[in-house]
């Protein structure tokens, strides 16, 4: 794997990891509720998102090993181009039940 692939998947990974710690021991409620909650989760979305765009130009085979790793880049686009129409709602729910899985393969592809 390149170099350039592993530091992408590598930023990816750190994201994630932090939206993990940020959200730990909180609900919904503090998501919608704390607006400083609120930014540091969606700016690591963005990161991610990013982060796959990049390395997709590197190993696009890489990027189709990613669950959903179309509807990540979509949800950066949404936050950055579309903000006015984020449902914190799905975002929690993204948090809870694809975050775990993202982490888990950006784990196992550094781990090759």
Not at 19 to 25: D, K, L, R, S, Y
Not at 38 to 62: K, N, P
Not at 98 to 103: D, E, F, G, M, Q
């Amino acid at each position: 794997m390149q170099l350039e692939v592993k530091k992408y998947l590598l930023d990816a990974l750190d994201c994630a990891k932090a939206i993990e710690a940020f959200v730990e021991g909180k609900t919904f409620y503090d998501l919608r509720n704390d607006n400083l909650l609120r930014s540091a989760v969606y700016f690591q979305f963005t990161i991610i998102g990013e982060a796959l765009t990049q390395m997709r130009g590197y190993d696009e085979a890489t990027f189709d090993r990613i669950t959903d790793s179309p509807r990540i880049v979509g949800f950066r686009n949404q936050i950055i181009h579309g903000y006015q129409g984020i449902r914190d709602t799905v975002t929690w729910q993204i948090i809870q039940k694809n975050l775990p899985i993202l982490r888990i393969e950006l784990e196992q592809l550094l781990a090759e």
